[in-house]
């Protein structure tokens, strides 16, 4: 059974950053797309950023030339470096893995930046 822990969330001021993680289990990750998705209150779950199995990456515009999505596959493990960071980033931070049909999530990781 796949499983995703995320973590590395926490509060934050404007301008600081954070590295979320994400850590996958139960199969080989190596196999997997691996994405980062936000939800904030009132509002529908939106993509950050994607990288695929071979390393390509994808960013909600957003967030490019912020946000850094990078992954260890020796260490089954997905990162997400968020920098200068605005309010408007606040949200609850998802991990997914996505394989043909299948999808996984993981249970979300709280980013509060603060004015």
């Known amino acids: 059974q796949v499983q995703l822990v995320e973590s590395g969330g926490g509060l934050v001021q404007a301008g600081g950053s954070l590295r979320l993680s994400c850590a996958l289990s139960?199969?080989?990750?190596?196999?997997?797309?691996m994405g980062w998705y936000r939800q904030a209150p009132g509002t529908q779950r939106e993509l950050v950023a994607t990288?695929?199995?071979?390393?390509?990456?994808n960013y909600a515009n957003s967030v490019k030339d912020r946000f850094t999505i990078s992954r260890d596959n020796a260490k089954n493990t997905v990162y997400l470096q968020m920098n200068s960071l605005k309010p408007e980033d606040t949200a609850v931070y998802y991990c997914?893995?996505?394989?043909?049909?299948?999808?996984?999530w993981g249970q979300g990781t709280q980013v509060t930046v603060s004015s």
């Open positions: 139960g199969s080989i990750f190596r196999i997997y797309a």
């Open positions: 990288i695929s199995s071979g390393a390509s990456t």
């Open positions: 997914n893995a996505a394989l043909s049909r299948y999808n996984y």
